[in-house]
């Protein structure tokens, strides 16, 4: 009898289909990210980011991702008898989330509870486990990272870091809907764009007129995410121009300010996620900075998001990636392993590659965050590098992930597969924080206020990826194109090519020789397709494969 059940195939090996791709360690079973993370100073957070990797990779937390965004947040505009609330409703699940990332200090572990930065290398320690909740559920990961980014700006006002500074650090997620000092822990939003302008923040109509204790702020902005935070970060007109204000929910009697919330986007993605239009109507708010000083003041907490968006979405692409390997490891097609098959291998080792790049590139960004205190060639590696990393791997993510839906054939097309909301999560990291053009002006600025530091940079990564082939010709191609009569015209060549080498060279001292060799060969010194799979990979591919995925 015992014999006889032994000889039966199991169910799946019937059905020919994969198991649910669920229960993994999330760090452990990605040596790309183990080796970027070590390469940057993180070796000693190893076991640490294993424990994360596997909460993070169990059943229940993937099963929260799917309830929070098939259970939408919804506005309650007002109450039975008509009093205004503004309230945002979330599903439980979603809460469940943020308490996890909470406890993780996603929201503020890179800070000192005076707003200094933590040791190094908390920003390469903290953005692993980023790289790893993106995986599961992104849409929470916005009231995160604005959290975290929001005191940069905050940082040049040591009365407001003093009063909440506390309550941001603190690992205790509170959902009530109350004044910002009753709660254990808050978060904390951003509201810049307006109707006639996102991009171009000094055409801004909201005013911030000076009150007794701080501003009454009158005005709308068309997109401000994470309506349920505490306080936000508004950009707003003031008599000495543009200023930063803090506008917390609460004024600071207790009464609810002055906030009232329209509708919230109906979104291609980000569901579990509230994006809101909001009216201000007198709401109080706190300067932070000079007046006329909002952009410079802001732009702090945006070279933070910035980053996280590139985290975010390597993630997704590594998660995109390890389910169509997965899956390709147990479908057979014609008698034999889709992961068998000459030209699923190509398009998935092809993929792979872009993973290892965008995961190194990624960390070696958050390395550059973390040195950036003490070392001026790393500030500036950090500040003419985050708009071009940002660039390159939030517009590469939606056609990668289109590519790993295909890998899983009918199966990727379906909700349950977990790609279609990975599909439709991508394209937003490339829009908000400033878009793919933005980015590509935002190197040019860099460019214009320290050329020589902007070089200086440069020639670091020419460098460092000096044996690497195709990288001086890449260097030199992106000088010429950044001297060019018809600058702005050509950035998107330049800025590609810029985020090319800073990948080869970051590759060079995270990943094996042979995958930075590898990825110099088919993205630098030769024109690499528009599809996965059409490089010849040679002995490469096998590599590759194992190491994104371990074979079980
Ligand atoms: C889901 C979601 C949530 C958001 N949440 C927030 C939030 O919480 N807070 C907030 O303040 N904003 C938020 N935004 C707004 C977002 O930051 C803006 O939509 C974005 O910055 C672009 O601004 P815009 O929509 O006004 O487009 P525009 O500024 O009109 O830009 C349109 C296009 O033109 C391009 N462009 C602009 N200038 C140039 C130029 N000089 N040369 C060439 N091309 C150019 C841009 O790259 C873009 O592709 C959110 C957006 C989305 C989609």
Sequence with gaps: MAADMAAQPRSDELLNQSPPYVDVDLYASDQPLRGAVAGNGGEGAAAALSAFGKHWGSADMFELGRQANENPP??????????RRDFIEFHPAYHDLMAASVAAGLQASTWRDDATPASAPAQVTRGARFYMAAQVETGHLCPITMTRAAVAALAVEPSLVAKLMPKIVSRRYDDHFRPWWEKTGITLGMGMTEKQGGTDVRANRTRAQPI???????GDKWFMSAPMCDAFLVLAQAPGGLTCVLMPRFRPGGSVNGLNFQRLKDKLGNRSNASSEVEFADAFAWRVGEEGRGVRTIINMVQLTRLDCAIASAGIMRMALAQALHHARYRSVFQKRLSDQPMMRAVLADMALDVEAATALVMRLARSFDLAVADPLEAARARLLTPAVKYWVCKTAPGFIYEAMECLGGNGYVEESLLPRLYREAPVNAIWEGSGNVMCLDVLRALARDRDAARAVLDALASEAADLPGAREAADFVERAFCAQDVEAR??????????????????????????????????SAHHDAIYGTDDLGAGESALLERALPPT
């Design 74 to 83: 919804e506005l309650k505009t007002l109450d039975a008898k008509g009093y």
């Design 212 to 218: 007794a204790e701080g501003y009454a702020v009158n």
């Design 491 to 524: 950035a998107r060549a330049g800025v590609g090519r810029l985020a090319l080498l800073a990948a080869a060279a970051a590759l060079r001292s995270s990943a094996p020789p042979d995958v930075a060799e590898l990825f110099a060969r088919t993205r630098l």
